[in-house]
């Protein structure tokens, strides 16, 4: 029997991570929420069990999960957990990694500055940093977020906050693999509630991917469909630059167009061309043994778009643009100059504008600098500097 410690308990995990690992079996699952208590209480109620909506499969019980620790109330909990776990695992959306512009630890942050101080950590990086100082016996740290080498940047993190903290590390008993995961899922809707009974049900689709670097420094679960590889970047360029960029395109165009949802976005006659031109233009920049799989994939990515029974919303996608088109968009934007992108970046500087006016707040870590930025006499490479772009301001005027 194993064990597995896994921050952020949001709907991607239950749908991926704690599928997988309850389908492998002979491991269990603590979850940690770095702040709400609303899952761990919503969970807590019916024994930490709860029902994983498979669009075109049916309903099935997730059992793995054995308890739920609130990083707030629980922290002493939550380090005992660091200290026995066999694997930790995280799914903390990019901006919970609390990087700079230029990918490294923002020292400036002031959740890092309050966890350096010692107020007791209340951040990922802030729990590992000061959890693993104690720990000896290997570990293998996972992140699962949708980051560009997301094990090395997780290990960076982590590595220049024990410095600064002055905290002695075990490197050698520690590993970080990278990796990539890929399932579709929404927000829970009262809808989905209603049709599996259960008020913590999450909805996703049958289709799922996880390719993780083979390093490891324990025992890990025999996870089933697992693609364990000695290099994850082909992998996850495949699926940043071309699912997650077009899905991003679609965001932003399709709430500036007044729609609501992927599907709808999707079928739109003026930004479905502009999603397939962009995996194409994304397609010619992966490495060329993945090359003749870009028009299958391609192909597939629509049709999972296109499924309305997901009810995929726009503005969960829209959510932190900020920290996600340095990997969506800016590369094949550098590398291609494509059209497409160009168009999906101006919608989300259009979307930017236009919220700012009306006097919506982003869902954005960096809010306040968009909402700045937006105002500026030179808005576009006010916006463009946020992403690291700015120097491409010239190509998103033309």
Not at 58 to 86: M, Q, S, W
Not at 280 to 302: H, M, N, S
Not at 384 to 395: I, N, R, S, W
């Amino acid at each position: 029997m194993g064990s597995i410690l896994h921050f952020g308990l949001g709907n991607f995990a239950r749908a991926h991570l704690l599928d997988y690992t309850d389908q492998a079996g002979g491991w269990d699952v603590i979850g940690v929420s770095l702040r709400s208590s609303s899952v761990r209480d919503g969970l807590a109620k019916q024994g930490f069990a709860y029902d994983l909506c498979v669009q075109g499969q049916g309903v099935k019980r997730i059992e793995v999960l054995k308890d739920v620790l609130v990083a707030p109330k629980d922290r002493e909990a939550v380090f005992d957990a660091i200290a026995n776990a066999d694997i930790i695992s995280a799914t903390v959306t990019e901006k919970g990694y609390h990087l700079d512009a230029d990918g490294k630890l923002n020292f400036q942050d002031p959740a890092i500055i309050a966890d350096l101080a010692g107020q007791g950590p209340s951040t990922l990086i802030g729990f590992l940093a000061y959890g693993l100082a104690n720990r000896q016996k290997p570990l293998t740290v996972m992140s699962c977020d949708n980051r560009v080498e997301n094990g090395k940047v997780l290990e960076s993190a982590v590595s220049d906050f024990a410095s600064a903290a002055g905290l002695g590390m075990n490197w050698d008993a520690i590993r970080f693999p990278n990796s990539m995961v890929d399932r579709i899922t929404p927000a829970t809707t009262d809808a989905v509630r209603a049709i599996s009974g259960d008020a913590m049900a999450v909805p996703t689709e049958a289709f799922s991917e996880w390719v993780i670097e083979d390093n490891f420094a324990g025992p890990r679960p025999d996870w089933p469909g697992v693609q364990l590889v000695d290099d994850v970047a082909p992998h996850e360029k495949r699926k940043l630059r071309m699912l997650n960029g077009a899905h991003s395109l679609l965001a932003y165009g399709g709430l500036n167009r007044g729609l609501t949802y992927v599907h709808e976005a999707a079928q739109d006659p003026v930004l479905r061309p502009l999603v397939s031109q962009l995996m194409k233009d994304a397609g010619t920049t992966l490495p060329t043994e993945l090359q003749d799989q870009v028009p299958a994939y391609a192909d597939a990515l629509i049709l999972r778009f296109e499924n309305p029974e997901l009810a995929h919303c726009l503005d969960q996608i829209a959510m932190d643009g900020s920290q996600k088109l340095p990997y969506r968009f800016v590369p094949t934007l550098r590398e291609t100059g494509s059209a497409a992108v160009v168009q999906g970046m101006r919608a989300w500087i259009s979307f930017c504008i236009s919220e700012t006016a009306a006097g919506r707040v982003l869902n954005d870590p960096l809010a306040g600098e968009i909402a700045s930025s937006a105002r500026h006499s030179d808005a576009v490479s006010a916006l463009l500097k946020l992403v690291g772009a700015e120097d491409l301001a010239p190509l998103i005027r033309e």
